[in-house]
């Protein structure tokens, strides 16, 4: 039997030299120490994030507020979307008069109520803040449609709570669950603004809950709320008539403070906006050339009483939006 140790190497072979001594190594294994090395390195050297221009502008426009910032927004034609603190649940103000609007336009789709339904102004209806119903004649009757449609353009605290009063906001919830959004709750009716609050009334079975309380008149998420938005701007919230019955009125809004303010020349909004002493907060959707780009952002936990035009969350809102439409177009 031949020596193994006879039998000549097929192998390539090359000279390694160093520190006086001169070797030959098979290319083979000089191959597999290469491989072994680039997997290490692979292994052991962190990749670099890939910079996001959007998120750091958002980031530089929120560094010194001082309040919370929760904001989800989506390009509804090409997909895009951004989230910060997404999923947070929220305080919605007066944004929550958009589920009960849809709430009530499937109850009309039902036949359970009718547009042309009249509704007469009780002194004991009236309630302060935001709208013109207050300042009505008591014994003014409107037709449902009316009110509802104050409920939206002029943010009508007074209206809000006469379609609630129909609807009961145990139904709007009802309706938020079939649409798979079990964050979005009405909570009860509105007691009016600081200086003339009413007893609360008119709670919702998810309202008496004590951990829901901190939420006054409702709850949501913006990433709900733009769902909410982009079902409708589908035409799936009760039918595609009532989806654009839904977007019509919002874009009749007349509070532009918000995602509206620096929309620009030729974009249109359908947004709602809702305010309360510590807290701004918008959803819309914003029509521009770049895509329909549909946002929800609330501020919150801001430390001043500020209700001008110039309230630091307000400002926020309007500069994140205008970010957003431009970072989110396709």
Request: glycine share 10%.
């Amino acid at each position: 039997m031949a020596d193994a140790s006879c039998i000549p190497d097929p192998s390539p072979r090359h000279r390694v030299s160093g520190h006086g001594l001169s070797q030959t190594v098979p290319v083979s294994r000089t191959l597999n120490l290469a491989r072994a090395v680039a997997i290490v390195l692979l292994v052991t050297v962190p990749r670099v994030a890939a910079a996001d221009p959007l998120a750091d502008r958002i980031a530089a426009l929120t560094k010194d507020f001082k309040g919370t910032v929760s904001i989800y927004a989506k390009n509804l034609d090409s997909g895009r979307d951004f989230a910060l603190n997404a999923d947070a649940k929220v305080r919605t103000a007066s944004t929550i008069k958009l589920p009960i609007l849809c709430a009530l336009e499937a109850l009309v789709a039902d036949g359970r109520l009718s547009w042309t339904t009249p509704v007469t102004l009780r002194a004991e209806d009236k309630v302060s803040g935001s709208g013109v119903m207050g300042e009505l004649s008591v014994g003014t009757t409107l037709p449902m449609r009316d009110v509802a449609t104050l409920m939206i353009v002029v943010s009508d605290n007074t209206a809000t709570n006469l379609v609630l009063d129909r609807i009961t906001p145990d139904a709007v919830n009802d309706f938020m669950d079939s649409l798979g959004l079990p964050a979005t709750r009405s909570m009860r009716k509105i007691r009016g603004d600081g200086t003339a609050l009413k007893p609360a009334e008119g709670w919702s079975r998810a309202g008496r809950l004590p951990g829901n309380q901190r939420f006054g008149i409702g709850s949501s998420t913006p990433r709900e709320m733009v769902t909410l938005l982009e079902r409708l701007e589908q035409g799936k919230v009760v039918s595609a008539a009532a989806s654009m019955d839904v977007i019509g009125m919002l874009k009749r809004q007349q509070y532009k403070t918000g995602i509206g303010r620096r929309a620009g020349a030729g974009t249109e909004v359908a947004s709602k906006s809702g305010a309360l002493d510590a807290l701004r907060s918008d959803v819309g959707i914003a029509y521009t050339p770049g895509g329909r780009i549909a946002m929800a952002i609330t501020v919150d936990d801001m430390p001043a009483v500020d209700y001008s035009p110039d309230n630091a969350g307000e400002g926020l809102i309007w500069e994140m939006a205008k970010v957003l439409m431009t970072g989110l177009a396709k």
